[in-house]
């Protein structure tokens, strides 16, 4: 038996956006259950997200740590943005992301993991790349705004980062997600045979 998510769509009665934001809106879709009845189902519909797990030559993660107001917390992360534009190349979004949050560039780029952050009440969808051979980004820093200008930033080596994952000390998902594939991946076939930075991606399909 192969283990595998597989696409499917359950017919929709009606559907309504009650809720339209900046970036993100909310949907009430009435949904055909199997036995025939038909149920509400509201959920937040999400552009799409990027991350970046970036390593240095001391095996350190780079690391911001960032104020995020529904959960009332201040988490350290792993740099990460929305897609913003529709088809957006989610490696050239993930470079704009590395550039703005920690002013840093990578050669090497691969997929680490593709993910439903909450599959239950959002459609968002995060591809989160590892980036290797990191040097300081050329030309000013990006100029930021809100949550971000309260922002730090850090380097924390991966040991450490699974540590503070297990004991209940690291809770952003993106982080989670990356550090533990990261050392999924160690143990397994090597970072090399990660996917290449521009694999097919079903759930936001790009452009290369």
Known sequence: MTIKDTPQEWEIRATQTPFVGNKTSVRTDDVVMPDGTVVGRDYQVHPGSVAVLALDEADRVLVLRQYRHPVRHKLWEIPAGLLDVPGENPLHAAQRELYEEAHVKAEDWRVLADVYTTPGGCDEAVRIFLARDLSEAE??????????????LDRVPVEDLVRGVLAGELHNNCLVVGVLSLVAARGGDGL????????????RPFET
């Open 139 to 152: 030309g000013e820093r990006f100029a930021v705004e809100e949550e971000e200008a309260d922002m730090e």
């Open 192 to 203: 090399d045979a990660l996917r290449p930075a521009q694999a097919p991606w079903p759930a």
